[in-house]
């Protein structure tokens, strides 16, 4: 999408987040190498982050719960942590597509701060991050939980799809991609323990799983083709630890493997690639991985601004469903 046009709250959403944020509120209180890894499965920022100010209201807006701004803190917080995915598109990335749609929802004075870093794992997350400034996007996330305590409404992570790259040129691939997922989810537990300790109970975290980088290369014939339809399985392997990890410290999951369809290569639909797999046509669609009939893929991992449409609709789904915790 080339703007926010249509990423409006939906009628089953209007409202639902001032009905469900208010309580707590009141209370204050690279790529064949990568591709062969995938099979091995089956088998930045300023101090407080890029902050997206926004005007609060001047005059009390009811919505259709019956709460009104002056209810409300006049600025609250939306916190978003991870690597790329979560800053790619500028301010057409995921995150800013969440602040707007919540401020349409009934929150003006929401105030979105995107700590995301390219590049970044869940170790450099911890210490020696990509581009956080004094090194830690972790420890500067839990500062400013701490400093903004009552104040922050939502902080959403999208983290680990970068901890297996490491890998790539090592001749003991395997092992270190085995050891590679140990260390996810050991530094995610990390991770998701401190940022639930800093922000208190009542602040709403959601986390996220991955989509297929690697489908585009089901278009090149022979090889290509087979390690494309050989990663799947990997992938899904990887959302799933993702998954658990976050589940183990009772954070929801924004389901963006689902949404990218990334499973789905039984059914075929007509594309500009030719008659290809549904996760084949998404991926080429969503991604900005460049698709070329007969060749692979040409390298990238990250969403195009429609690919982040999707991802904010994921998350979304999930917050809009079940709120902050209580």
Not at 104 to 117: E, H, I, K, N, Y
């Amino acid at each position: 999408m080339d703007s926010l046009q249509g990423h409006r709250p939906d009628a089953r959403l209007q409202g639902v987040v001032v009905a469900r944020f208010a309580p707590a509120l009141k209370a204050r209180g690279h790529r064949f190498a990568l591709a062969v890894l995938i099979v091995m499965l089956a088998g930045c920022s300023n101090t407080s982050g890029s902050a997206e100010s926004s005007t609060s209201a001047t005059t009390p807006e009811t919505s259709n719960t019956g709460v009104t701004s002056t209810t409300l803190p006049r600025t609250v917080y939306y916190l978003s942590l991870g690597d790329s995915v979560g800053m790619w598109n500028g301010h057409r990335s995921y995150p800013y597509l969440i602040a707007a749609h919540y401020r349409a929802a009934g929150l003006p004075g929401l105030r979105l701060v995107d700590m995301s870093c390219s590049g970044e794992t869940t170790s450099s997350m911890i210490s020696h991050s990509t581009c956080s400034p004094g090194g830690s996007q972790y420890r500067n996330a839990v500062r400013f939980l701490r400093a903004h305590h009552g104040a922050v409404v939502l902080v959403t992570i999208g983290i680990g799809g970068n901890d297996v790259v490491g890998c790539v040129s090592l001749t003991i691939a395997a092992h270190c991609l085995a050891a590679g997922l140990k260390t996810m989810q050991s530094n995610l537990a990390f991770i998701l323990s401190g940022l639930r300790r800093a922000a208190g109970p009542d602040v709403r975290f959601v986390g996220m799983n991955i989509y297929d980088p690697l489908l585009g290369d089901w278009l090149a014939p022979g090889v290509g083709r087979a390690l494309a339809l050989a990663a799947v399985g990997g992938v899904r392997l990887l959302s799933v630890d993702m998954e658990k990890s976050f589940a183990a410290s009772s954070i929801p999951v924004a389901n963006v493997e689902d949404a990218f369809d990334s499973s789905d290569m039984a059914h075929f639909v007509s594309s500009r690639w030719g008659r290809v797999p549904v996760a084949v046509d998404v991926a080429c669609r969503l991604l900005d991985i460049v698709c070329r009939p007969g060749l692979v893929e040409l390298f990238g991992d990250d969403p195009n601004e429609a690919g982040a449409v999707v991802i904010a609709h994921a998350f979304e789904q999930v917050i809009g469903m079940q709120g902050p915790s209580a």
